[in-house]
């Protein structure tokens, strides 16, 4: 054999060996992706856990007037936007190493979409406590409305915690069923306001029932994004996005293929 015969060959042999070597480290650095992806999944899911408890803090905090309350969720904030940027910035290394396959992708977009809603809920909780030391240590509550705040507090706890089981448990009718939860609150975001307008002319008595406007908005947007999450536990299980809601058309359905099938 010539020397160049050999070295042809020495070639070939080593470049055949790189890609039994390839082959079979494929299985494990698949193995280690879908172990990366699950503990970012199970990152985003407890962070709705730290919103539900940010939002009972809120709720707790306006009903009983207690600003000290108030002053943790508003520090506590912190929390909810470091874990947002670890899954944030988790995902983005993860897609750096690997490239994911359809499915995976799906979640990796729906992920990266969830952990912004919960920082939003998070953001809307310190909404609702920064309106509690502005009303002042003994504002002038109005009973009927607090009671329905609390009530919207109560719906918003439910829906978030519903969009959580959705989307862990791939639960596509359980995340449709949110729109039911939603309305609830919608209705009565519309009944405090229906109220503040007839708070009177007392002018503490209505710089108060301004605030609860403000609070009961709070409170509708983070239904709405219990909403947004389960409309993303959807296009995980299904590959397609729907909106179950379209406010610019009410009575129509919005289907659209995403391509991640």
Request: net charge negative; charged share 25%.
């Amino acid at each position: 054999m010539s020397t160049e015969d050999f070295s042809q060959g020495t070639g070939a042999g080593e470049a055949g060996r790189a890609a039994d070597r390839e082959r079979v480290a494929r299985p494990h650095h698949r193995a280690h992706f879908q172990q990366q992806l699950m503990e970012l999944e199970d990152r985003t899911l407890s962070g709705i856990d730290i919103a539900v408890e940010q939002l009972e803090r809120a709720v707790e905090a306006l009903t009983h007037q207690d600003i000290e309350l108030a002053h943790i969720v508003i520090a506590d904030d912190d929390r909810l936007d470091g874990r947002y940027l670890e899954v944030h910035q988790g995902i983005l290394s993860l897609l750096a190493l690997q490239a994911p396959v359809a499915g995976d992708l799906r979640l990796v977009a729906a992920l990266l979409h969830v952990i912004l809603r919960i920082e939003r809920i998070g953001d809307q909780c310190v909404n609702i406590a920064k309106m509690i030391p502005l009303a002042g240590h003994e504002p002038p509550v109005s009973s009927e409305m607090l009671d329905a705040i609390g009530r919207m507090g109560a719906c918003a706890r439910s829906e978030v915690q519903q969009a959580r089981t959705a989307f862990a448990e791939r639960n596509a009718e359980l995340a449709s069923d949110l729109v039911r939860q939603d309305r609830e609150i919608n209705r009565l975001n519309r009944e405090v306001f229906r109220m503040a307008i007839e708070a009177g002319e007392d002018p503490e008595i209505r710089e108060w029932a301004m605030h609860m406007i403000l609070v009961a908005r709070a409170l509708e947007r983070i239904g709405d994004n219990a909403v947004d999450i389960g409309e993303q536990a959807v296009f995980v299980i299904t590959g397609l996005f729907r909106e179950f809601s379209d406010s610019s058309h009410p009575t129509t359905e919005t289907t659209q293929q995403s391509g991640l099938t």
